[in-house]
């Protein structure tokens, strides 16, 4: 069975990876029933020989399928099925809505604060790792550059507890933001959401900081939301 054809369940103007369209088939079958809960999933040998995929892609795939609760990997047993639908993805020790929850509670006065203490050397070091980010390719990379954008925010902002509180939760940033770049192709629109909170930041404007970062953690949850409760594909 070739997927290199099949859709996605989030419209966007973007190919379909080999990646998504594998979880998109696995997610299928799950969500119908096809594996139920306390199914065991075909072993990797043969959902690469059945899907025609190479057992990096597949992995990326069932790591996915774990993030969204899912399955769980039992080591030396496989992979097992543990819910039919999404319910909160999990980053790390995180789930995506208690993430999202605290960051609203503090990344947005972060950014404000960050406005009215910025020095010159903060601006530098941002517009330089936006600069970066446009540049890179490689989604490790941007990942990693990601989740520093956010902790020089906070370092901007000149209060060592919102740097030690970013710094806290920066794998989950990390976990996230890896997901929602396979899954939701969010790399170019965050890039544009950091420029404006960076654009807000070199303005010394602690209200358009503050609304600018919000607006941002406003698109990560549309675009989880977007993942989790997909739109039902239109009637051919």
């Known amino acids: 069975m070739n997927l290199s054809d099949s859709q996605t369940t ?57 993030t969204m609760g899912l399955t769980v990997s039992r080591t030396g047993k496989g992979t097992f099925v543990v819910a ?44 330089g790792l936006l600069d970066r980010m446009d540049r890179e390719t490689d989604t490790t990379a941007w990942v990693a550059m990601d989740t520093l954008f956010h902790l020089s925010v906070a370092e901007a902002a000149k209060n060592p507890v919102f740097r030690k509180v970013i710094e806290e939760i920066r794998d989950a940033l990390a976990r996230q933001s890896a997901f929602l770049t396979e899954l939701a192709g969010r790399r170019e629109q965050s890039n544009r959401e950091h420029r404006a909170i960076v654009e807000a930041l070199l303005g010394g404007s602690g209200p358009g900081a503050a609304e600018a970062m919000s607006h941002h953690l406003d698109r990560v949850a549309t675009s989880l939301d977007g993942i989790v409760r997909p739109p039902a594909p239109a009637d051919a």
């Open 84 to 127: 039919s639908t999404v319910a909160d993805p999990t980053f790390g020790d995180y789930t995506a809505g208690h993430l999202l929850e605290a960051r609203r509670h503090i990344e947005v006065p972060v950014a404000g604060y960050a406005a009215e203490r910025r020095t010159p050397e903060d601006l530098e070091r941002l517009t």
């Open 10 to 66: 989030v419209p966007a103007p973007r190919r379909v990876s080999a990646m998504e369209a594998v979880l998109g088939h696995l997610r299928g079958a799950i969500e119908r029933g096809t594996y139920a809960i306390g199914d065991k999933l075909p072993s990797e040998a043969e959902l690469c020989r059945t899907l025609e995929v190479s057992r990096p892609v597949l992995r990326e795939a069932l790591r996915a399928l774990q």
